[in-house]
């Protein structure tokens, strides 16, 4: 069975800075895709990155960007220059290529403050 | 933009009604999925849909049931709430049978069973 875990319940970062959310996963299976979901207080949860298992380089979204440790089933999330804007609570996501319909399975979450 | 509507922001029973929530998209998606968001354990799939009238259990099925007449809508039934169905639901889609296909959320309807 698939699993995903984020180890930091909290963080927290001053605007303007930069932070790291870590993911770990476990598969035995070689195709796969990965996501980061953010959803901010009282608002919807909206995809912030996607990462197709097969591609060496990390994705990127302006100021968000991955690293992709495929061998060691890692997968951080990398948000540069701080907004409020980015205080949220941010879940990372796995799911198998082959299934139909999909089932994506989530990590814990990780509640990201950005402080002024 | 993808745009997926849930009838309820915040809903409040008592144990032992019978609740509908509802969820409604508007992009032709092939695939519906609800799924129940608590503290610390992340976001779990209760059932999803890959077409009208079809229905898969996810991983946490029981006490609850799916009813997908329409292609837009995907409802969610507790047949008799309980207290320890209090939660957060959350209904997504996603267009077409590709598992890599990206999920568009609703806003979430938060369930208190009294």
């Known amino acids: 069975a698939q699993t995903v875990t984020q180890s930091q319940p909290e963080m927290s970062v001053q605007e303007a800075e930069t932070v790291t959310l870590s993911c770990t996963y476990d598969?035995?299976?070689?195709?796969?895709?990965l996501f980061w979901y953010k959803q901010p207080p009282s608002r919807q949860m909206i995809l912030v990155i996607r990462?197709?298992?097969?591609?060496?380089q990390n994705a990127t979204e302006n100021r968000f960007s991955v690293n992709f440790q495929k061998a060691a089933k890692s997968f951080s999330l990398k948000i540069s220059d701080s907004q409020l804007g980015d205080t949220a609570m941010y879940f990372c996501?796995?799911?198998?290529?082959?299934?139909?319909?999909?089932?994506?399975?989530f990590g814990q979450g990780t509640e990201l403050s950005v402080k002024p | 933009d993808v745009k997926v509507t849930q009838s309820s922001r915040y809903l409040v029973k008592r144990t032992g009604e019978k609740v509908f929530l509802e969820c409604v998209q508007d992009?032709?998606?092939?695939?519906m999925f609800w799924y129940r968001q608590d503290p610390g354990l992340g976001l779990r799939l209760i059932y999803f849909?890959?077409?009208?009238?079809?229905?898969e259990k996810g991983d946490i099925p029981e006490g609850y049931s799916v009813s997908r007449e329409k292609k837009e809508r995907f409802s969610l039934i507790l047949e008799s709430a309980s207290t320890n169905q209090t939660s957060m639901y959350l209904c997504?889609?996603?267009f077409g049978a590709g598992t890599e296909e990206t999920q568009y959320f609703g806003p979430g309807t938060r369930l208190l069973v009294l």
């Open positions: 997504a889609s996603s």
């Open positions: 598969t035995s299976e070689n195709n796969y895709y």
């Open positions: 990462q197709e298992a097969y591609k060496q």
């Open positions: 996501a796995f799911i198998l290529s082959y299934n139909q319909g999909g089932k994506l399975i």
């Open positions: 992009m032709d998606h092939e695939n």
């Open positions: 849909s890959y077409d009208v009238k079809m229905k």
